[in-house]
């Protein structure tokens, strides 16, 4: 049996009583980061004065999934107890327990998942952007074209649009967001769940000076108001190839859409 358990994502009294009641009779333990959910089994053995039987710890990651699944022996998910934790917070939400759920569906393996921690969640709630609907964009691309279409496509998005930011970026990222509209409404939270969370919400412009004069320290989370200004009638990619201009300003408006390379795209056209 495969389960898939969600780990703190910073208070460890966080941890559901079904979650130990699961890592207790675990035998076998997949995680993202060995280090790391050792370091969370000796914390909550301490905490709670409880004692965990796991006798094998694998490791599976966003780069090693190919040789993992290639050499891991799929019979043990089916004898023993097994569970899948990640670093922090709910499995398979930008993580790469979603691999071991496909995994486990092709291979006719049970498995359960668990409720417990999620950032994801506690941002949409504690933003008060957030009625019903919203968008998860995960952590966008690093840099470079893709990321500016992310950004342009999540401002025109008419549902408020969660994503992942790491301390390094999050000022580049609200000051991205302002260029394009300053008075947009913004929801921040860093540290969510520890000692030193905190939260921040502002327009765009506003946000971009708080956060000159923070700690940026931690893993943040963004809630992005929708557009206030959304229109259903939305120029496609079809629209563009059916307008009568010439290939390059084809290419060079297929490319401000898509975060593709214009030259390539104009290739494609005139071939």
């Not at 060995?34 to 796991?54: E, G």
Request: hydrophobic content about 40%; aromatic content about 8%.
């Amino acid at each position: 049996m495969l389960y898939l358990i969600p780990t703190p994502i910073g208070n460890l009294s966080d941890i559901s009583s079904r979650t130990l009641e699961v890592l207790q009779s675990c035998e076998i333990l997949i995680c993202e980061d060995t280090r790391v959910s050792k370091k969370l089994l000796n914390l909550l053995s301490d905490k709670f004065q409880i004692s965990f039987k796991i006798s094998q710890f694998y490791s599976l990651h966003t780069h090693n999934e190919a040789e993992f699944f290639a050499s891991f022996d799929a019979a043990l998910l089916r004898e023993k107890v097994c569970a899948y934790a990640s670093d922090a917070g709910m499995p398979c939400i930008s993580d790469p327990g979603i691999a071991l759920v496909k995994f486990a569906q092709r291979s006719g393996i049970a498995y359960e998942v668990l409720s417990g921690a999620n950032a994801l969640l506690l941002a949409a709630a504690a933003s008060g952007l957030v009625e019903k609907e919203f968008s998860f964009l995960g952590f966008l691309n690093n840099d470079g074209a893709q990321r500016k279409a992310q950004i342009l496509n999540l401002m025109q998005s008419p549902y408020p649009c969660v994503l992942y930011e790491s301390p390094k970026r999050v000022i580049k990222l609200i000051e991205q967001i302002a260029g394009i509209d300053a008075q947009r409404k913004i929801f921040a939270i860093k540290e969510a769940t520890k000692k030193f969370e905190t939260k921040f919400r502002a327009r765009a412009s506003e946000l971009a000076k708080k956060l000159q004069e923070a700690n940026l320290s931690g893993e943040w989370c963004v809630v992005v108001q929708k557009n206030p200004n959304f229109s259903p009638e939305k120029i496609t990619q079809n629209d563009i190839l059916e307008l009568e201009i010439s290939p390059k300003a084809k290419a060079k408006l297929l490319a401000k859409i898509t975060g593709r390379n214009a030259k390539e795209i104009y290739s494609e056209l005139t071939h």
